[in-house]
């Protein structure tokens, strides 16, 4: 059980394998990272590896930097729902996320989900990736 880590010596608890291994057990496990793995960009996108959760437990200095919130969504566009309105709202980190998860676009903000003009880039992107596993088989 990943929870078995609030029993564990701090050591261990720094230890960025051993969390990786408790996090595929459970989520409650992110709770017990330690400050400094969650400002650590490798960490956090291994994290987010195997669960877009890992985004709500990333470093406010993480989580106001535009480039490393792109490419979390590039990675998991669903970690989009834990990043900060202000991403939510912009329409380059959106279409990365959706061009990733086409589920996160429900994490958008409102005026973005309600926008024409990004709804039809997506369903051009979503069109074109279509076509482009047509051609992979």
Do not use: H
């Amino acid at each position: 059980d990943g929870l078995i880590l609030q029993y564990a010596t701090e050591e261990l608890r720094a230890d960025p394998q051993l969390l990786l291994l408790a996090m595929r057990r459970t989520v409650g496990a992110l709770r017990m990272v330690p400050p400094a793995l969650l400002e650590d960009q490798k960490f956090v996108f291994q994290a987010l590896q195997q669960t877009p959760c890992a985004m709500r437990f990333a470093s406010s200095k993480l989580l106001e930097d535009r480039a490393f919130v792109i490419k979390a969504v590039g990675r998991r566009g669903a970690c989009l729902q834990y990043c900060p309105e202000r991403f939510q709202s912009d329409r380059e980190v959106v279409m990365v996320a959706v061009t990733n998860d086409r589920a996160a676009l429900g994490y958008a903000s409102l005026e973005l989900r309600e926008d024409p003009k990004l709804l039809s880039e997506v369903a051009r992107n979503i069109r074109m990736a279509a076509l482009a596993e047509e051609d992979v088989e």
